[in-house]
């Protein structure tokens, strides 16, 4: 069983540990460190996505992100309660999502997981960022060089095959 497709409706139980956020202010590596640390830890796995210059060869100036923040905060919550049944160690569960126009070398999206061991961590990290991309209703604009624009929806990115 694909645990990314695996989201059914269920009550989600949200653990203190957890910090979800979807925000136009710029995202900060050492608050989501900082939230995500914990004495019980041995590792925390921090993924950083970034607004880069090109997508498929094409120059892109800028991303536009939208999204539909009660039902991405939920998805959100979804993500950190399967990590919770599929890695029962981990101790924190940070995701934060920026929304509004970034610039090259922005950050747009940071997940931390906070574990006791790093093989978890990772794949619980890993496991939260392809499930974002894949079911959270949040859709980004890119902005190209020749001034035009087109938009596309992160979850048509895993769909695609492309790590957008």
Not at 1 to 27: C, E, Q
Not at 37 to 59: E, H, I, K
Request: with cysteine; aromatic share 8%; proline share 5%.
């Amino acid at each position: 069983m694909n645990p990314v497709l695996s989201l059914a409706a269920r009550p989600i139980t949200t653990h203190s540990g957890d910090h979800f956020a979807i925000t136009f202010a710029p995202l900060s590596l050492e608050e989501v460190y900082a939230l995500a640390d914990d004495p019980a830890n041995g590792a925390v796995v921090v993924m950083s996505g970034m607004v880069r210059n090109q997508t498929d060869g094409q120059p892109v100036v800028a991303l536009e992100y939208q999204a539909y923040e009660p039902m991405a905060i939920e998805v959100f919550k979804q993500i950190a309660a399967q990590i919770r049944q599929t890695w029962t160690d981990v101790t924190h569960v940070i995701i934060h999502h920026r929304v509004g126009k970034l610039q090259i070398g922005e950050i747009s999206v940071l997940v931390a997981v906070g574990c006791p061991h790093r093989t978890e961590a990772f794949e619980a990290c890993k496991y939260a960022i392809d499930t974002l991309k894949h079911n959270a209703p949040i859709w980004k604009k890119e902005h190209w060089a020749d001034g035009s624009t087109s938009w596309v929806s992160i979850g048509a990115c895993e769909q695609m095959g492309e790590g957008c």
